[in-house]
């Protein structure tokens, strides 16, 4: 499976690569600011990408949108509670922008706005706990990914990149029953930034349905809570019902859509922004 690199250009932080053919600057430090933009305007050039999609706070938006940037999300204070970020989009093709699942990202939106004030409490099922994973559960927690994913943005099939990654700025939380995983998702925290992304959820198909991403993502939050994040915001597949009522209904806003943004199961497919201040009420 092809995967996409990760690198720096100075302090900033990004991801460039064929697997969602497109450069991503995951982090803008403002020391690289301008000169990141020329740089990741020059990946997409030299090696045929279709799209730029940049994470930045407001203050570069005037720069980014002479390069011909467009805001696709926005998250109000999600620097710290102080600066607004953006997520702003360039592309390089035009037919990354045509998606043909369009209507459907609609029907999602639509059905996860009118989901929102649905909130009941999930219970979790008997026998099973609901606990933060550590190194030890990486095999069984890249096992539950293969079974879920068929490919995905970064190489969370592997157990050795997902030990790594909780040593650096992941924290995963899973739930289990006698020893096995049954769901599972991350979160991606920007301690200096103030903000963390809930990511990666996944759910045994055996026990889709259950309401075992709500409560991992109750728990992800009261974790951040009691770190200081100000913010959570996710990334989440436009087209999944699931996972888009999931966040309404836990009372996160829905700041946008990022088109033909993530390379996820075989194809490109749009994905929805949905924030929430502060991340546990």
Same mark, same amino acid.
């Given at each position: 499976m092809t995967i996409d690199r990760v690198e720096s250009f100075g302090s900033s932080l990004i991801q460039h690569g064929a697997a969602n053919d497109r450069? /991503? @600057?995951?982090?803008?430090?403002?020391e690289d600011f301008p000169q990141v933009l020329g740089y990741v305007n020059?990946?997409?050039?030299?090696?045929?990408?279709?799209k730029v999609f940049a994470k930045v706070p407001a203050y570069a938006k005037q720069r980014f949108e002479r390069e011909r940037y467009r805001v696709e999300a926005k998250v109000p204070g999600f620097y710290n509670g102080a600066e607004d970020?953006?997520?702003?989009?360039?592309y390089f093709h035009p037919d990354r922008l045509v998606d043909h699942s369009a209507d459907r990202v609609?029907?999602?939106?639509?059905?996860?706005?009118?989901?929102?004030?649905?909130?009941a409490p999930v219970v979790l099922p008997e026998g099973c706990e609901c606990r933060l994973a550590s190194p030890a559960d990486a095999e069984p927690m890249a096992e539950l990914y293969r079974q879920v994913f068929?490919?995905?943005?970064?190489?969370?099939?592997?157990?050795? /990149? @997902?030990?790594?990654?909780?040593?650096?700025?992941?924290?995963?939380a899973g739930i289990w029953r006698q020893g096995e995983l049954l769901a599972l998702a991350s979160a991606e925290i920007d301690a200096s930034g103030g903000n963390a992304e809930l990511t990666d959820f996944a759910t045994h198909p055996d026990w889709r349905g259950k309401g075992l991403a709500n409560l991992l993502l109750r728990r992800l939050e009261t974790e951040m809570a009691a770190a200081g994040i100000k913010t959570c915001y996710t990334i989440a597949r436009a087209t999944s019902f699931g996972m888009n009522i999931c966040f309404a209904k836990g009372g996160y806003r829905f700041a946008g859509t990022l088109?033909?943004?993530?390379?996820?199961?075989?194809?490109?497919?749009?994905m929805n922004v949905w924030y929430k201040q502060p991340p546990c009420q």
């Open positions: 450069v /991503y @600057l995951m982090k803008l430090a403002r020059g990946l997409a050039v030299l090696y045929d990408y279709s970020g953006l997520f702003m989009a360039r609609q029907q999602v939106l639509e059905a996860a706005r009118s989901k929102a004030a649905d909130a068929a490919s995905y943005p970064f190489p969370i099939h592997d157990p050795d /990149y @997902l030990a790594g990654t909780m040593a650096e700025n992941l924290l995963y088109v033909k943004n993530t390379q996820i199961a075989g194809g490109l497919e749009s």
